[in-house]
């Protein structure tokens, strides 16, 4: 609807008139958008959980909706769910939209670059994270370098399955929640094992959503959504992600950093236990 009304204003009213007018409907909307953040922020007020990113203190997170799809209401998935490796964000900040997931980078970054040996180290962030980003790379004593495809936040708009940049040449990469939207994924694997120093290390994370990854050429787009549970997701990845890294030539460890810290802060900070740090190194040979 709104598309159909917005190609009939282009073709009835002039364009300055027109720019003017969508100027103001987006003004609306954004404004309408930051309100409803705002409510809802202030309705969720309390004590029991916080946002690192926002600040905020509030009675829970909310769901995100994720799990009300199509995708997750067979009997079979319903089953995956109660699968301890199975990793759904379903918890967000009421202010901001943080989920776990960026709460997870945010702590796990944070203790990792602040290591003696990471300091001053370049990093590659692939298609940044604006909640990360902001709250992170930007204070911290590295050099950083982000790319994304379409993303004009990003310091090159380059395709992961073909970078730019001379072998050897990140001490870091930080690749999250991306590759599950990458048809050519092992491709865009070797690319990051190839710009990454031996010795460097790398999070490349992506949900975990079946046993075993599931893709299939022939689904089209538009089934993306009931398929892989995502319309942006060429595939479910399972538990032999790991294997996939590893055929790229990284050693991979499965991290268990959340687990490993207290509860009270799991808890706190909305964190997914199950969520394991895929963190991938490049050998030194
Ligand atoms: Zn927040």
Same mark, same amino acid.
């Given at each position: ?69 199509e ?36 702590f796990?970054?944070?203790?990792? /670059?602040?290591? +003696? %040996? ?7 962030? #692939?298609?940044? !994270?604006?909640? &990360?980003?902001?709250?992170l ?6 050099d ?39 048809k ?54 399972? /538990?032999?992600? +790991? %294997? ?7 050693? #991979?460890?499965? !991290?268990?950093? &959340? ?6 802060v ?20």
């Amino acid at each position: 609807m709104i598309v159909i009304v917005s190609e009939l204003g282009q073709k009835l009213l002039p364009k300055l008139v027109f720019s003017i007018v969508r100027r103001a409907y987006i003004d609306i909307v954004l404004s309408c958008a930051r309100f409803r953040r705002w409510a809802k922020s202030f309705y969720y007020l309390g004590t029991s959980v916080e946002c690192p990113f926002c600040g905020g203190h509030f009675r829970k997170f909310l769901p995100t909706g994720v799990l009300e799809r199509e995708f997750w209401s067979s009997p079979e998935a319903q089953q995956l769910l109660a699968e301890e490796f199975v990793t759904v964000c379903n918890l967000q900040c009421p202010r901001c939209g943080s989920s776990e997931r960026h709460r997870l980078a945010f702590f796990y970054l944070q203790d990792n /670059l602040r290591m +003696k %040996e990471n300091q001053g180290a370049r990093l590659l962030d #692939v298609a940044p !994270d604006a909640f &990360v980003t902001k709250a992170l790379f930007q204070t911290a004593n590295i050099d950083y370098v982000s790319i994304d495809l379409v993303r004009s936040n990003a310091d090159y708009l380059m395709d992961i399955t073909d970078l730019q940049f001379d072998d050897d040449s990140f001490d870091v990469i930080v690749c999250y929640h991306v590759l599950e939207h990458i048809k050519e994924d092992r491709q865009a694997m070797g690319e990051l094992y190839r710009v990454l120093k031996p010795g460097g290390w790398a999070i490349l994370q992506v949900p975990i959503w079946a046993r075993e990854t599931y893709e299939d050429d022939s689904v089209p787009r538009e089934k993306f959504l009931k398929h892989y549970g995502h319309k942006d997701h060429v595939r479910t990845y399972g /538990l032999d992600f +790991k %294997e996939r890294l590893q055929s790229s030539g990284f050693q #991979v460890n499965l !991290d268990q950093y &959340v687990r490993m810290l207290p509860e009270e802060v799991v808890n706190k900070f909305g964190l997914l236990l199950q969520e394991d740090i895929f963190r991938c190194e490049k050998p030194v040979a």
